[in-house]
């Protein structure tokens, strides 16, 4: 097989050709279904070592150029396929390895229930009066607020950790205060030994 892509961040078995690269965005976009954010493919590639960035970056400015892709016209950060875009992964997916295809789509589910965590579990993040940080966490069923919780830290490295843990396993800081706060000490203590576990 002819490698013309740089391999730089590429695991064995990744993608090392253009044309693999564009077969593979045009299959995941097809899956997709709907606009999606091209920073976000280009992460899911990179970030699993499918491909290297940058040749993820200029195959989608490529699809784009020869009318595979186009941007989305309410928000230019999203992309949608076209007909021809769909024609290509319909008739050329099969030429990618299975477990290639599984890793692309395991990752874009992922991202996708990650993505929706976040819409419906909001941590905003604030400069507190006299230094620190606020970090006020939501948690909601997606329709109704079940929590708000306000924590105060020193710096912006730790506000960060707060919202990168809470996004981990929203439902368990809600198991755990919850527990606390009805008196189920069993329960509290089993959340706080899994998170200790962890």
């Known amino acids: 097989m002819h490698f013309d ?8 078995g990744g993608l090392r ?9 045009c299959y995941m976009m097809s899956f997709i279904g709907k606009p999606f954010r091209s920073d976000d493919i280009v992460t899911i590639i990179q970030t ?12 989608i ?19 949608e396929i076209t007909s021809e ?9 099969s030429e990618l390895s299975l477990s290639i295809r599984q890793k692309a789509v395991s990752a874009i589910l992922q991202l996708t229930e990650q993505r929706q965590i976040e819409k419906e579990n909001p941590v905003i993040i604030t400069k507190a009066d006299g230094g620190g940080f ?3 966490i939501r948690i909601t069923d997606g329709i109704r607020d079940l929590m708000s919780l306000t924590l105060f830290v020193p710096d912006r490295t730790e506000a960060n950790l707060v919202k ?16 606390a706060a009805v008196g189920e000490k069993n329960m509290t203590d089993i959340a706080i030994k899994e998170l200790r576990n962890e």
Do not use: M
Request: proline share 3%; aromatic share 8%.
């Open 61 to 79: 400015s490529e699809l784009i150029r020869c009318g595979n892709l186009c941007c989305n016209e309410q928000d230019n950060s999203l992309i």
């Open 17 to 25: 050709n253009t044309k693999d690269i564009g077969i593979l965005i």
């Open 5 to 12: 892509a740089f391999s730089a961040g590429v695991e064995p």
């Open 164 to 179: 990168r843990r809470f996004y981990e396993k929203p439902e368990r800081l809600y198991s755990i205060i919850l527990a």
């Open 48 to 59: 699993n070592g499918i491909a290297n960035y940058f040749e993820t970056q200029a195959t």
């Open 85 to 93: 875009g769909r024609l290509i992964s319909q008739q050329l997916s």
């Open 134 to 136: 606020h970090v006020n």
